[in-house]
């Protein structure tokens, strides 16, 4: 299933294309999270292992800022130079300033880039973050086309044995490369790696795509990426939210009768009321009784915004 929230790195959100691609959870600061476009959530960057001051003020800020979705606290840090404790300071600091958010860091693996190591990493359970980030680029030079699903589906199931729960794992998917060992991946290769980070994440949080922007060094990005691949993200996220059903068709107009004008209670707008009223009168005298005189009379009437009006 793809995610509800979709994020790429160095994505604003300011760019039209990237929202019209699909992108709705955007890598912004503080200040930028009024200026989201509608239906769009913000996760702001703190790029911090320690609780300071400017920490703090920095999440201050965000608080009763209802477009707000979560806070990105760090990415891959070092198990073996950054402790849990900073991280867990900054987590909790943010669940209480602002209830209901989320905390994400990427983790690393500590592996030589092709065969993961994700126990390292694992001090970093029991800090209260919400979301670990899996950031394995499969499309490069060290590693064979043929081992693109591979690859994916061995760097998850590490990170599934040294505890990572399933629930709290991220994709975070390759559309990036020129660097010098990424390569950019082609339209074909994009779909690949979707289908193996759906197999082994099938009900993430939300989705993650380096990058859409530039980073010093990258030649390509999505931002920057052919028509086909940029249509293999636009198909893929046009399913998410499939258009509303149109609207069902209104009542039928129901039609009533009665001997007295319509309650005005009575009905909907666009019912009819026929009121039918029936007189009975005796004839002139004459040897015998003569038969009555039935006269009937029909008014309709129409139920409009205001009320019944007569026809």
Not at 13 to 18: F, N, T, V, W, Y
Not at 251 to 262: C, H, I
Request: hydrophobic share 40%; glycine share 8%; proline share 10%.
């Amino acid at each position: 299933m793809v995610a509800p929230l979709r994020y790429a790195a160095n994505c604003d959100l300011s760019d039209p294309k990237a929202v019209s691609i699909g992108f709705n959870l955007s890598d912004c600061a503080p200040w930028a999270l009024g200026t989201l476009p509608a239906g769009c959530k913000g996760l702001v960057w703190i790029g911090a292992a320690t609780l300071t001051n400017a920490v703090k003020n920095l999440i201050n800020s965000c608080a009763n800022q209802p477009q707000l979705w979560g806070f990105y606290i760090y990415d891959e840090p070092d198990p073996h130079s950054v402790g849990a404790a900073g991280l867990k300071a900054i987590s909790d600091y943010c669940h209480a300033t602002c209830p209901g958010c989320k905390t994400f860091i990427v983790i690393v693996d500590g592996g030589d880039g092709i065969t993961p190591n994700y126990a390292p990493s694992s001090i970093y359970l029991n800090t209260g973050i919400d979301y670990f980030g899996i950031d394995q680029y499969p499309v490069q030079i060290h590693i064979q086309d043929s081992q693109i699903e591979a690859t994916i589906t061995n760097y998850i199931n590490n990170a599934l044995a040294a505890g990572f729960p399933l629930a709290k794992l991220v994709p975070v998917v390759q559309c990036s490369g020129g660097d010098g060992v990424m390569i950019m991946p082609t339209a074909s290769q994009m779909t690949r790696m979707f289908s193996a980070w759906d197999a082994g994440i099938p009900s993430p949080a939300f989705e993650y795509t380096y990058e859409w922007g530039l980073n010093s060094g990258e030649t390509a990005s999505l931002m920057t990426a052919s028509a086909a691949v940029q249509a293999v993200y636009q198909q893929r996220y046009s399913a998410v939210a499939p258009p509303p059903p149109p609207p069902p068709p209104p009542p039928a107009e129901a039609f009533f009768t009665g001997t007295s004008a319509p309650a005005a209670s009575l009905g909907n707008v666009g019912d009819v009321y026929a009121q039918v009223a029936t007189s009975v009168s005796q004839g002139a005298p004459q040897v015998t009784v003569p038969p009555p005189v039935v006269t009937t009379t029909t008014t309709f009437w129409k139920k409009g915004s205001s009320g019944w009006v007569a026809q």
